[in-house]
T-cell receptor, first 114, second 108 residues
Framework: EADIYQTPRYLVIGTGKKITLECSQTMGHDKMYWYQQDPGMELHLIHYSYGVNSTEKGDLSSESTVSRIRTEHFPLTLESARPSHTSQYLC?????????????FGSGTQLSVL | AQRVTQPEKLLSVFKGAPVELKCNYSYSGSPELFWYVQYSRQRLQLLLRHISRESIKGFTADLNKGETSFHLKKPFAQEEDSAMYYCALSGGSYIPTFGRGTSLIVHP
């Protein structure tokens, strides 16, 4: 079934650890995004990609990095997690990235850094 | 720069009452506007978009360029409408910008 998948759903980790949040979509979409969502706050764009080998930083300054080696896969990596990284991370995709296109969201990863 | 403002963090109404969730935007060009909804324990999903001019689950939204608003309305709220609602704008960058969201609670 065509969908967008995020793993893990929840992650509790200690300060200083390296973590990778996985995001995969089977819809054949070109454009993918990572948003950070905190309660009562805007969704903040942290990274996006137009396609394979394309990655761009978003509005929110982030210490994370992303890669897009395959169309369907857009993982987000934190080299050294800190408590300030505690948040909900949402992955999304859109077919070609036109202005009027809707975004399809994954279920999110709730990250807690102790 | 583009910006979306949702002035209400929480909106509480009784079943059958009219609902209006406010959204104001700042963008110098012609925007594409959207409303997304997140029901409890579900994913964020599109509710409706300006370009489609559709009514979904009884909700409508009209773009008012003079007031730079895209308010979401429903004449008679239902308990199942309780959710988090996000207004979003897509401008020249083709990257959607989201507001902070409004939590709608519909009491029985």
């Amino acid at each position: 079934e065509a969908d967008i998948y995020q793993t893990p759903r929840y992650l509790v980790i200690g300060t200083g650890k390296k973590i990778t949040l996985e995001c995969s979509q089977t819809m054949g979409h070109d454009k993918m995004y990572w948003y950070q969502q905190d309660p009562g706050m805007e969704l903040h764009l942290i990274h996006y990609s137009y396609g394979v080998n394309s990655t761009e930083k978003g509005d929110l300054s982030s210490e994370s990095t992303v890669s897009r080696i395959r169309t369907e896969h857009f993982p987000l990596t934190l080299e050294s997690a800190r408590p300030s990284h505690t948040s909900q991370y949402l992955c999304a995709s859109s077919e070609r990235g036109y202005r009027h296109e809707k975004l399809f969201f994954g279920s999110g990863t709730q990250l807690s850094v102790l | 720069a583009q910006r979306v403002t949702q002035p209400e963090k929480l909106l509480s109404v009784f079943k059958g009452a009219p609902v209006e969730l406010k959204c104001n935007y700042s963008y110098s060009g012609s925007p594409e506007l959207f409303w997304y909804v997140q029901y409890s324990r579900q994913r964020l999903q599109l509710l409706l978009r300006h370009i489609s001019r559709e009514s979904i689950k009884g909700f409508t939204a009209d773009l008012n360029k003079g007031e730079t608003s895209f308010h979401l309305k429903k004449p008679f709220a239902q308990e199942e409408d309780s959710a988090m609602y996000y207004c979003a704008l897509s401008g020249g960058s083709y990257i959607p910008t989201f507001g902070r969201g409004t939590s709608l609670i519909v009491h029985p």
